[in-house]
Protein backbone atom coordinates (compact mmCIF):
# COMPACT_ATOMS: atom_id res chain seq x y z
CA UNK A 1 0.00 0.00 0.00
CA UNK A 2 1.16 3.77 -0.20
CA UNK A 3 2.76 5.66 2.31
CA UNK A 4 0.29 7.42 4.37
CA UNK A 5 0.39 11.25 2.54
CA UNK A 6 1.65 9.52 -0.41
CA UNK A 7 -0.85 10.25 -3.39
CA UNK A 8 -1.04 6.88 -5.12
CA UNK A 9 -0.27 7.69 -8.60
CA UNK A 10 0.04 5.11 -11.72
CA UNK A 11 0.37 5.93 -15.43
CA UNK A 12 -2.17 6.05 -17.61
CA UNK A 13 -0.67 4.72 -20.04
CA UNK A 14 0.27 1.74 -18.43
CA UNK A 15 -3.77 0.85 -18.03
CA UNK A 16 -5.45 -1.55 -20.08
CA UNK A 17 -8.26 0.90 -22.08
CA UNK A 18 -10.73 -0.38 -24.69
CA UNK A 19 -13.00 3.32 -25.73
CA UNK A 20 -16.43 2.71 -24.85
CA UNK A 21 -15.97 0.16 -22.36
CA UNK A 22 -15.63 1.97 -19.33
CA UNK A 23 -17.35 -1.01 -16.88
CA UNK A 24 -14.42 -3.52 -18.37
CA UNK A 25 -11.24 -0.59 -17.93
CA UNK A 26 -13.19 -0.03 -14.39
CA UNK A 27 -12.69 -3.03 -13.32
CA UNK A 28 -9.02 -4.06 -14.72
CA UNK A 29 -8.11 -1.11 -13.12
CA UNK A 30 -9.12 -1.51 -9.97
CA UNK A 31 -7.00 -5.10 -9.93
CA UNK A 32 -4.07 -2.87 -11.29
CA UNK A 33 -4.35 -0.94 -8.36
CA UNK A 34 -4.28 -3.83 -5.89
CA UNK A 35 -1.38 -5.25 -7.92
CA UNK A 36 0.35 -2.01 -7.69
CA UNK A 37 -0.10 -1.72 -3.50
CA UNK A 38 -1.41 1.63 -4.52
CA UNK A 39 -4.70 0.23 -2.66
CA UNK A 40 -5.90 -1.91 0.57
CA UNK A 41 -5.18 -4.90 0.17
CA UNK A 42 -8.90 -6.00 0.18
CA UNK A 43 -9.82 -3.09 -2.07
CA UNK A 44 -11.84 -1.56 0.67
CA UNK A 45 -10.98 1.92 0.07
CA UNK A 46 -12.07 1.57 -3.92
CA UNK A 47 -15.72 2.00 -4.65
CA UNK A 48 -16.75 1.58 -8.76
CA UNK A 49 -20.14 4.02 -9.27
CA UNK A 50 -22.46 4.27 -12.37
CA UNK A 51 -23.59 7.33 -13.57
CA UNK A 52 -26.92 7.23 -15.64
CA UNK A 53 -30.29 8.16 -15.57
CA UNK A 54 -33.82 6.28 -16.99
CA UNK A 55 -33.16 7.87 -20.44
CA UNK A 56 -29.46 6.99 -20.69
CA UNK A 57 -28.58 10.56 -21.44
CA UNK A 58 -26.05 12.31 -18.95
CA UNK A 59 -23.94 14.74 -20.05
CA UNK A 60 -20.17 14.78 -18.74
CA UNK A 61 -17.59 16.85 -19.06
CA UNK A 62 -13.50 16.64 -19.73
CA UNK A 63 -13.88 13.63 -21.23
CA UNK A 64 -11.63 12.59 -24.34
CA UNK A 65 -14.40 11.64 -26.39
CA UNK A 66 -15.82 14.98 -26.34
CA UNK A 67 -15.61 16.92 -29.40
CA UNK A 68 -15.78 20.66 -28.38
CA UNK A 69 -13.07 21.60 -26.43
CA UNK A 70 -14.81 21.06 -22.81
CA UNK A 71 -14.79 17.47 -23.43
CA UNK A 72 -18.55 17.11 -23.19
CA UNK A 73 -20.17 14.10 -24.27
CA UNK A 74 -23.42 13.07 -23.55
CA UNK A 75 -23.01 9.31 -22.26
CA UNK A 76 -25.90 6.74 -22.17
CA UNK A 77 -23.88 5.74 -18.81
CA UNK A 78 -20.48 5.87 -17.22
CA UNK A 79 -18.64 4.41 -14.75
CA UNK A 80 -15.69 5.48 -12.55
CA UNK A 81 -13.44 4.28 -9.46
CA UNK A 82 -13.84 6.63 -6.59
CA UNK A 83 -10.84 6.04 -3.95
CA UNK A 84 -12.12 7.01 -0.67
CA UNK A 85 -9.89 9.83 1.28
CA UNK A 86 -7.19 8.30 4.32
CA UNK A 87 -4.31 10.11 6.37
CA UNK A 88 -3.17 13.58 4.38
CA UNK A 89 -4.97 12.39 0.89
CA UNK A 90 -8.40 13.62 -0.26
CA UNK A 91 -10.53 11.40 -2.15
CA UNK A 92 -9.20 10.54 -5.52
CA UNK A 93 -11.21 9.74 -9.09
CA UNK A 94 -9.55 7.36 -11.38
CA UNK A 95 -11.18 8.05 -15.08
CA UNK A 96 -9.50 6.81 -18.30
CA UNK A 97 -12.02 8.68 -19.87
CA UNK A 98 -10.82 12.01 -18.43
CA UNK A 99 -9.00 14.97 -19.67
CA UNK A 100 -8.48 15.59 -16.04
CA UNK A 101 -5.40 14.77 -14.67
CA UNK A 102 -5.28 10.79 -13.91
CA UNK A 103 -6.26 10.48 -10.46
CA UNK A 104 -7.61 13.65 -9.96
CA UNK A 105 -9.10 14.92 -6.49
CA UNK A 106 -12.62 14.21 -6.25
CA UNK A 107 -13.90 17.70 -5.68
CA UNK A 108 -11.87 18.98 -8.93
CA UNK A 109 -13.78 15.38 -10.87
CA UNK A 110 -17.09 17.35 -9.79
CA UNK A 111 -16.78 20.35 -10.36
CA UNK A 112 -15.10 20.17 -13.68
CA UNK A 113 -17.12 17.01 -15.10
CA UNK A 114 -20.39 17.51 -13.63
CA UNK A 115 -20.66 21.27 -12.85
CA UNK A 116 -22.61 21.32 -10.31
CA UNK A 117 -23.59 24.59 -10.09
CA UNK A 118 -25.74 24.41 -13.54
CA UNK A 119 -29.07 23.39 -13.59
CA UNK A 120 -29.91 20.44 -16.10
CA UNK A 121 -32.99 19.50 -17.61
CA UNK A 122 -35.00 16.82 -15.77
CA UNK A 123 -33.93 14.06 -18.47
CA UNK A 124 -30.64 14.72 -18.48
CA UNK A 125 -30.17 14.86 -14.22
CA UNK A 126 -27.55 11.83 -13.50
CA UNK A 127 -28.06 8.84 -10.97
CA UNK A 128 -25.78 7.52 -8.92
CA UNK A 129 -25.35 3.95 -7.86
CA UNK A 130 -22.40 3.01 -6.13
CA UNK A 131 -21.52 -0.53 -5.89
CA UNK A 132 -17.96 -2.47 -3.76
CA UNK A 133 -14.89 -3.38 -5.42
CA UNK A 134 -14.25 -6.08 -2.62
CA UNK A 135 -15.12 -8.91 -4.58
CA UNK A 136 -12.87 -8.27 -7.57
Known amino acids: MAVAGEVPSMERSLCTY ?19 RSTEPDL ?12 MQVPIWQQRAGLIADGLVVWDYHVICIQEARD ?10 TLL ?14 HPSLSLARDLQRWYMEGSTTKI
Open 101 to 114: PFPVTFREYVEQSF
Open 88 to 97: DMEARVWDLD
Open 18 to 36: TSCYCEENVYLLCKQLCTN
Open 44 to 55: SDLFVVFISNEN
